[in-house]
């Protein structure tokens, strides 16, 4: 028997967040899709494994954009809408920032969290409540304007802050607030969430961040992020997608500058009116366009123009002992020699040791996570890919057991406890294994950088310029919302809709 139909309305390229997010939608609106993911899972990122016995998260730390039952946020409403039930707990706190001369804990809210930086520098809540209320400002705008856009004329009138901030960075729009730089540090350690350094970063994509992270808090699935990718799949097939596994997309078939399907390692030729690809575009215009010689010199321009994000490395340690008894005491530690994010930037530009480091202690937001009497640490730096591309085969296995044990070395000495003394398992998940386990372009995990030319904003104004082949749309972490679980959802979403506007326009033109 044939696995696949003659003919699909769409095949989604990738089975991880952003491609089962986009195939929802589109089963949602009835249409006939097939989703190709390479590997035997779904999730791609949003995925686990076993080691000891124990089941360990493989990358999240934090989920936003859930929000509480009855108040949810974007994310946490699509999957409410798509039938896709996650168990979400609390984040208890924002995070704990542990940087030269300063040890404190942030809650979210931003009342709290402004009173907290105020306790430990006096005289600052007026001030950072009002950037965080400017931050929730702009954060109101970016998803109104994301479902429905506007006019110039009309968003300066409704969408003032927005306009007014939208070309500065986050530097420049913190800097206008006049603080003391150790109130500036303490509202600094999420740029690694999205890995620009504050002066590069825009602060659009501040305040998004910190409006959803601190206004809202943030959540994790208690059967960790492999539940969210599981229901998601489970939910799409009850829905009617067509998922095949173990299916490497190596084509995308072209003619007459639209795509109309694809090939498979296996050799299948598949056919749809659209397909939407997680794929890197770097990866797709290089090597999957079919034949090769469709691909115009300006896709190449379009993703040449662009910075890689950052990759990951992270340490995973299950320990022996319960967290209090190691003197763990919060889920989220951001660990800095520095608050300068750009000496940390150019810091991970190396294979180590790494100036800033995130420790995660997952039991203290799902306390069933590992057996009882152990926890888990999870310790990630999130270097910028150039320094590893220069490491040779042969000393792969070296650097990546010296950056690791300098990481733990570091924690080590923060927690008061060597941390090695108490491993069971200790795991290394290099920017290598990212890129063999998804195939994402040089193990990035952020897409293509913000930057103050080239951010959502400017992305929404150039997307139909930037568009190289009809039929054929790109989600994932290189897509206009960027980086993280919950934009992968909405880059997804979005490459769903925008296939429905066109089939749409479509079908009004015949
Ligand atoms: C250590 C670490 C920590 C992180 N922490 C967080 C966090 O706390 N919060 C957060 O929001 N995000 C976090 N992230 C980022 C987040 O995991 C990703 O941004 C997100 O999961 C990306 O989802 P995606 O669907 O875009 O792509 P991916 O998860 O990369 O999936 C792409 C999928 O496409 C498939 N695929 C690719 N090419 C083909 C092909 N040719 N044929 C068939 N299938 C193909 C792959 O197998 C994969 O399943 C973290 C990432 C890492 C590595």
Redesign the pocket.
Known sequence: MNFYKDHYDVIV???????LSAALMLADKGKDVLV????NLP????TSFVRGGVEIEA??????SIGDKGNRLKIGQFFDDMGVDIDWLDVPEAYHASLPGIEVTLHPGFERFAKEIDTAVPGTFRKVLSLMRLCHTVYDSVNELSVHPMSKAKMLLKHEAFVKTAGYSAKEVIDSFGLPQKAVDLLSPYWI?VGNPLSTLPFTIFAVLMADYVGYGSKVPKKLSHEMSLKMAERAEAMGVQIEYR????KILVKDGAACGVRTARGDEIHADYVIC??YPNKVYADMIEPADAVPERAFKVVNGRRIGLT?F?VFLLLDKPAEELGIKDFNVFHGETMDTDEIFRNYLGTGPYNYLTAICLNLANPGCTPEGTCILSI?ALPRVDGWKKVKAEDVDRVKHETAKSMADAMSEYYGVNLLDHALEVII?TPVT?AHY???FNGC??GYMHDMQDHIVARLQTAEEEKIFSHLEF???HQISG??????VT??RKAAKNVLDDMEKEAARA
């Open positions: 390229i990738g089975g991880a967040l952003a491609g190709l993911e390479r590997h999730g791609g990122l949003a990358t999240l730390h934090e989920m936003m969430y299916q490497h997309v190596e997680s794929a990951a992270t990630t998940e990212v998804t195939g994402m995990i952020y989600s994932g972490a980086n993280g679980m919950g934009p992968a880059n997804g």
